[in-house]
């Protein structure tokens, strides 16, 4: 068993909502509203040493509700193990707060998912499109958005 | 122009760099606002050479992605596709045969090192010097030569396939190879005598760019950006894939504040260190099959695909279907030249990638470059973007 799902359990009882083990990877679905104050805690705690927050991923289910997945990929350097954090968000307005003030790094990937995927970061201190122009309509990565563009 | 900048300020001027100049490695721009030479802010526009891979690869095979994969970050494809292969193993839960691994840590490292070499040309042609470049050629047109001998491509070999490699190693590949990384260590000594004790390189490299360890940590970065600054991680030592636990290496750290000089000295050992890798490997190098021996992964011989029907249906199927691994979402990442390249695929089950997301070093470390130059005179934001080793088609992907 991972060493973060009990210390998140302990932590965050109600916000835990699910672990998944697949392929040695373990991903713990956590509410969106405490994903700050999870990554807080997992960067800050000794035991737990992730101080490195490798990616942010959106994903969309379409046309499973919640729709959207917003995964975040962290690095201990300290115990060389890696845990994934995932947050369901509700298709109709998927809205989660931005994590820049906590990992500087997430800077880019919350843009790159607000541009690709519609996700709003509360919070960011520059959310607008980063790969594609600002006039840009829609969000590719979305399912319904064509291939060949609209 | 739409208002980049929030508020206006009248005593600074705006300068762009790029989107197409030699120094921004590809198209890049990058807003400058001015005091007199000093930097106030820099601002990365991105997205000049957006593709949308990750969108492309939702409807292809896997096999169909490896081709894309090559052309992230062009200056070390093969690596691209070995961390992308990883991660479509890891998803189907196989492990491919030794000998397999083992070629493909050749074929990697030898990528890293013409990688290296091709940064460290243009870097140092970016802050004047033109000789390394012309001498970096000449090491990277033999790793371009090896390649070409086991996959026909020179910049986009898409030799890696998912269950181990299209083909073995052609006669007089691991002679040639051997030969090459023997003599590699004292082609490097021209570079180390061109720069390493250079007043004018270490004037305009020795301080400048300066992250401490915990900022590369907050700021995400990887590979040998953070090992300048002392962030001892390597992904081949502390989470080994594909054999790497079999060779020795060592894992070159800054041993300065990270500032770019010190980035300049930990790549320049990582070629040696490549290079003492590529050498274990081609001597220890062991005998099977390169490929796993499943007709749901792995592409029958071609003459059983001629004799046996079974043989037959099995090469149509995985042309038509490609692999179908089941559903879940797996992460895979590995050490690229520039640092982590991770892979997060979610499969649906079917033969197509339900979503990839791929973590870009390039794109990461570009993150930090307000950060990085702010207070700093332009000339150093050339230095800055060419410590960076980004490739734009990485960034963008």
Known sequence: MHRAIEFLQERFPEDVQEVV????????????????????????????????????????????????????????????????????LPGAAPVIDSVVSVFS?????????????????????????????????????????????? | MTPVLPEKQYDTM???????????????????????????RAMPDLGYLHRGIEKLCENRTYHQCIPLMNRLDYLAGEVNNFGFCLAVEKLLGIEV??????????IAELT?????????????????????????FRER??????????????????????????????????????AFVKDFPNKWKDYDTLLTENPIWKKRTVGVGVMTREECLDWGWSGPMARGSGVDWDLRRDNPYSSYEDFDFNIPLGTREGDVYSRYLVRMQEMLESAKIVRQALEKLPKGDIKVDDPRISLPPKEKVYTDIAALINHFKLIQEGVTPPKGEVYQAIEAPKGEMGFYIVSDGSGRPWRIKIRRPSFVVLNATDKLARGRLLADLIALIGTMDIVLADVDC
């Open chain 2, 112 to 136: 890293r090192i013409a990688s290296h070499i091709f940064w460290l040309g243009t870097h140092a042609h970016d802050l004047g010097a033109m000789t390394p470049l012309f001498y970096g």
């Open chain 1, 105 to 150: 790094t997430a800077d880019f990937h919350e843009r790159e998912a607000y541009d690709l995927m519609g996700i709003v970061f509360k919070g960011h201190p520059n959310l607008k499109r980063i790969l594609l122009p600002e006039d840009f309509v829609g969000f590719p990565l979305r399912k319904e958005f064509p291939q060949r563009g609209q």
């Open chain 2, 141 to 178: 047109e033999k790793i371009m030569d090896l390649c070409e001998m086991v996959s026909g491509g020179r910049m986009f070999p898409a030799y890696f396939r998912i269950g181990g490699v299209a083909a073995d190693l052609p006669e007089g590949f691991v002679p040639e190879a051997l």
């Open chain 2, 97 to 106: 045969p030794k000998r397999a691994q083992y070629i493909r840590v050749i």
């Open chain 2, 14 to 40: 705006l300068l762009n760099v790029g989107p197409s100049h030699p120094s921004t490695h590809g198209v890049l721009r990058v807003l400058v606002e001015l005091d007199g030479e000093v930097i106030v």
């Open chain 1, 21 to 88: 083990e697949f392929r040695g990877d373990t991903t713990i679905v956590v509410n969106p509203k405490a994903i700050r104050a999870i990554l807080t805690a997992l960067r800050d705690a000794p035991e737990m040493g992730y101080k490195y927050l490798s990616m942010i991923a959106a994903v969309d289910y379409y046309p499973a509700e919640p729709r959207f997945g917003v995964v975040y990929n962290l690095y201990s350097h300290r115990y060389r193990d890696r845990l994934t954090l995932k947050c369901l």
